[in-house]
């Protein structure tokens, strides 16, 4: 089947710039994204390009070319899902606040509604293709509200048959762009071949065909979420080592970099920093917890759970070492933060290691004057706001120097450009004596940070 007609339902991080691709590199297909958040359409739609909703590198400019051509933005879910031929399920699949699995199962409440969506408004034979990270074997319950609806509407001689791909997003945030253009692999999970096929065709466009991969579809969903496991796995390996490397005197970058060069262990993901953020990974870790109790593996779930646990260890153990420079005591004490993103060339802040940190700071007292160059002030205060406390503790400044300004210490938790290139002469003038710098992202220069007269602590670095 040769789609023509591409619906993508959810405007967010993974739709927007994945869809915006696929009208580049497809100029025959007819791309509609569709949201229910009419303002984040609107953002979507802003004749400013610097007002689209998501800041992603190079995004601007490709939806300035397809734009109105053969990528549009809109409300109109119903008329959009009636018109398309493929259906993207893009929606958000936050953690269950309660109810069975609470905590860590995905809340499938908007795929579902999704689902019931498409099984209304389709026309003819249409592919669902699930996009969003999902539990294995979500797959079966697209389908089964799919054929119900199937089944119901055969008796109104209105035939409407479906098949469901599972197609899982590798794409990282700040690269997203590049990680669509040229993916180390894309994924294609199903059971009808010319339904693959027809997603295949897509993709050919662009990407090599050796890169395609067709699995079954539980592969393929199950593919997705331990992919980001062993990812975040790595970064909480690498993470338990710099506390190992504090106490010993040994250095983390040291350690990286000798056993990066094995190339089985291979030299990325082997960054130490404040612990891993970022709206997948914790989530999908869960998951995976989730399913191996499920299915009676409680030693896997351990396992898997202690991924998360480390990291929650880890980003408590820097607030506390934190204190502890500060002489056991942060009360009425202003410390700057540098960075509120995840990390760099993003403004997401969705499990950003710098809402605990700055949060445990809060709660003993300290002032924060928290900077980040893309992250809006009100998604910091929605951050830090919790059971209205601390609400007058801290203030969003605009650069980096007010940031620093009558501070007992800085804490760098975003490994923004900017903060690499800070004059700490200047800065230590306007610091309070004696100032620290914790380098949570090993980018400043220590050597100059100790000429300019602060102290410094960086991540894993045993010789501070
Ligand atoms: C994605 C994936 O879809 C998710 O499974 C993954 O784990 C994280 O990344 P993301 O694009 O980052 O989600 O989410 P978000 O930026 O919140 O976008 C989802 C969009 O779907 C929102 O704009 C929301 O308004 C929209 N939505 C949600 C609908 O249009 N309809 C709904 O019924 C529910
Ligand atoms: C991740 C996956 O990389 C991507 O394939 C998947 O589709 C979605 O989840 P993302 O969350 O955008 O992407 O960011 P990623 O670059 O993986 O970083 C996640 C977190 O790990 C960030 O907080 C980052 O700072 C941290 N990190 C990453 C480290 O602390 N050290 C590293 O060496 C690498």
């Given amino acids: 089947m040769l789609i023509r007609n591409i619906c993508c339902i959810g405007a967010g991080y993974v739709g927007g710039p994945t869809m915006a691709v696929i009208a580049l590199k497809c100029p025959h297909i007819q791309v509609n994204v569709v949201d229910t958040n009419k303002e984040r359409i609107n953002q979507w739609n802003d004749d400013d390009f610097d007002n689209l909703p998501i800041y992603e590198p190079g995004l601007g400019e490709i939806v300035k070319k397809c734009r109105g051509k053969n990528l549009h933005f809109s409300i109109n879910v119903e008329e959009m899902i009636e018109k ?58 697209i389908q089964l509200i799919l054929n119900s609806c199937q089944n119901q509407s055969k008796l109104e001689f209105n035939n409407k048959s479906f098949d469901v791909l599972s197609n899982p997003e590798f794409l990282a945030e700040g690269t997203a762009i590049n990680d669509l253009l040229k993916p180390d692999r ?39 979420l331990t992919s980001n496991a062993f990812l975040a796995q790595r970064i909480s390996s690498i993470n338990t080592i710099a506390a190992l490397c504090e106490s010993t005197g040994a250095d983390v970058r ?131 706001s919790y059971e209205n406390k601390y609400t007058n503790s801290w203030n969003i400044v605009d650069c980096v120097e007010e940031a620093l300004e009558n501070v007992h210490a800085a804490v760098i938790l975003t490994e923004w450009q900017d903060y690499s290139n800070i004059n700490w002469h200047e800065i230590s003038l306007k610091m309070i004596k004696p100032a620290w710098i914790f380098d949570a992202r090993s980018i400043v220069d220590k050597q100059k940070v100790l000429d300019a007269g602060i102290n410094i602590w960086r991540i894993g670095d045993g010789s501070t």
């Avoid at 259906?87 to 579902?112: H, R, Y």
């Avoid at 403004?347 to 950003?352: A, F, G, I, L, M």
């Fill in 254 to 384: 040291e350690v990286s970099r000798a056993i990066g060069r094995d190339s089985r262990i291979g030299s990325k993901f082997l960054d130490s920093g404040p612990g891993f953020g970022g709206s997948c990974f914790k989530k999908d870790i869960l998951n995976l917890v989730y399913l191996a109790e499920y299915f009676g593996l409680p030693e896997v779930a351990t396992f898997w759970n202690s991924v998360v646990s480390i990291n929650n260890w880890h980003q408590h153990r820097i607030s506390k070492l934190i204190i502890q420079k500060l002489f056991g005591s942060l009360s009425g004490k202003k410390i700057g933060i540098l960075g509120f993103a995840f990390k760099a060339n993003t403004n997401d802040t969705r499990e950003s290691a710098a809402i605990q940190i700055c949060k445990d700071l809060l709660e003993e007292g300290a002032i924060l004057l928290i900077h980040d160059p893309k992250v809006e002030k009100k998604k910091i205060d929605q951050d830090l």
């Fill in 84 to 141: 398309a031929d493929m259906i993207f399920i893009s929606v958000n699949t936050p953690t269950k606040t309660k109810g069975v699995g609470a905590g860590k199962v995905c809340d499938l409440k908007w795929v579902e509604k999704s689902a019931r969506q498409v099984a209304n408004f389709s026309k003819g034979h249409t592919i669902v293709v699930e996009k969003s990270t999902l539990p294995v074997r979500t797959a079966e319950v």
């Fill in 186 to 224: 894309v994924l294609i999970g199903g059971d009808n071949p010319e339904a693959i096929e027809s997603l295949r065709i897509i993709y050919k466009r662009w990407v090599p065909e050796s890169k395609i991969l067709e699995t079954n579809i539980w592969s393929s969903e199950l593919a997705k």
